[in-house]
């Protein structure tokens, strides 16, 4: 299994996992089928304004995640777009994708990441460290908003 950045001519490859990982995981208990999208649009804003990373296992592309600053923020970044596919869920890879991305330079001149958090991923992310943002139970936009302080 290797991480590494994406190139343009996976975006698509990477959409198709995150639509099938909304589907066959628990965030399908949680959130409606307009919850399960994923545009090629997104993903290359996301690539170009920060890094994104996808995960391969021989070849194949099973997981990806993100991080870039936080509203232009050099003390803060977020972490975003954490998927895994359904079949490779729950044997390590989201928290390797999840410490990888900590270990990012945009990670190591923070002093607070963020993560949005689905409802099915707060479970997950507090296992990892981080909190509810201020301490509260916050929902926006779909998502909850977690935080670590590094």
């Known amino acids: 299994m290797i991480i590494e950045l994406i190139k ?7 959409c198709n996992m995150v639509v099938r990982a909304c589907k066959y995981s628990d965030f399908a208990k949680f959130y409606p089928s307009q919850y399960f999208y994923c545009t090629y649009d997104e993903i290359k804003m996301k690539m170009d304004n920060g ?8 070849g194949k592309i ?13 003390t803060e970044s977020w972490i975003h777009t954490i998927f895994v596919a359904p079949e490779y869920q729950r044997k390590g890879v989201g928290r ?4 990888f991305l900590e270990n990012d330079e945009y990670a190591k001149r ?6 949005h958090s689905a409802m099915s991923a707060i479970p997950f992310y507090r296992k990892l460290g981080y909190e509810h943002k201020n301490g509260q139970l916050i929902y926006a936009d779909g998502h909850f908003d977690l935080e670590k302080f590094v």
Do not use: L
Request: aromatic share 10%; glycine share 8%.
């Open 8 to 14: 343009e001519s996976e975006i698509q490859e990477v």
């Open 51 to 58: 890094h994104f990373y996808v995960v391969k296992d021989n």
């Open 62 to 74: 099973i997981g990806c995640g993100g991080i870039a600053a936080y509203w232009d923020s050099i």
């Open 96 to 99: 390797k994708i999840v410490e």
């Open 110 to 115: 923070a002093n607070r990441i963020e993560i």
